[in-house]
């Protein structure tokens, strides 16, 4: 089967680091993509992990264990432009991403 | 600006009506994608084609058809309107079929059946 489980809200302060956990169930893994989504737009593409370990870019990072299921995304430094939704999508396979339902982020000054 | 426009932006449609939701980019991608937004339920995947010529079926492909007769567009339709199919529809397209390039989304196309 396929499934990926991310919490549904979580609230952060301003300058303050945050991760969004992110397991998965897929019948193929070619990969564990975050996205960004604020309200009323489009998604965008925040990272790519396709091996285990730790990807840096700025201010996000995202980590990934492919033998757990397990990926997070990492957001230091808040700012009050983070709040918005974060999608975690596996790759099953032919670039067909399944995506969570996504965590909505509010930050707080 | 290269990208994926998407039209129309929004849409009343009675239930039983037909209509197409258009999609085009231009950044010559070879995948393009149809998603489904509901709130709760996250994307999810309506159809797909990974090149000019061929498309295939994502999670919840009854009710819509597509077609991908060049590289560019990629339009859905909706042959009878039901109320469930009330959402955001977005497309998408990516540079290949092997995974890491990631998604390019159109702005998405907001639909309400009546």
């Known amino acids: 089967g396929q499934n990926i489980d991310q919490p549904t809200e979580m609230t952060a302060t301003e300058g303050a680091i945050v991760q969004i956990n992110c397991t998965y169930q897929?019948?193929?893994?070619?990969?564990l993509f975050w996205y960004q989504q604020h309200a009323g737009e489009a998604p965008t593409f925040l990272s790519y992990?396709?091996?285990?370990g730790l990807e840096e870019k700025g201010r996000f990072s995202s980590f990934l264990s492919r033998s757990k299921g397990y990926s997070y995304l990492l957001l230091k430094e808040l700012q009050m432009k983070d709040s918005a939704s974060y999608l975690c999508?596996?790759?099953?396979?032919?670039?067909?991403?399944?995506f969570g339902a996504g965590t909505r982020l509010a930050v707080h000054p | 600006i290269a990208g994926i426009t998407q039209a129309p932006t929004s849409q009343i449609l009675a239930a039983g009506r037909r209509m197409t939701l258009r999609c085009t980019q231009d950044?010559?991608?070879?995948?393009m994608y149809w998603y489904r937004q509901d709130l709760g339920l996250g994307l999810r995947l309506i159809h797909y084609?990974?090149?000019?010529?061929?498309?295939g079926k994502g999670e919840v492909p009854d009710g819509y058809s597509v077609s991908r007769a060049n590289t560019d567009d990629f339009p859905l339709t909706l042959a009878s309107a039901v109320p469930s199919q009330t959402s955001v529809y977005f497309c998408?397209?990516?540079?290949?079929?092997?995974?890491?390039?990631?998604?390019?989304f159109g702005s998405g196309t907001r639909l309400t059946v009546v």
């Open positions: 998408a397209s990516s540079e290949s079929d092997r995974g890491s390039s990631g998604y390019t």
């Open positions: 897929t019948s193929g893994f070619n990969g």
């Open positions: 992990n396709v091996l285990d």
């Open positions: 999508a596996s790759n099953g396979g032919y670039n067909k991403l399944i």
């Open positions: 950044m010559r991608h070879n995948a």
């Open positions: 084609s990974n090149t000019a010529g061929t498309t």
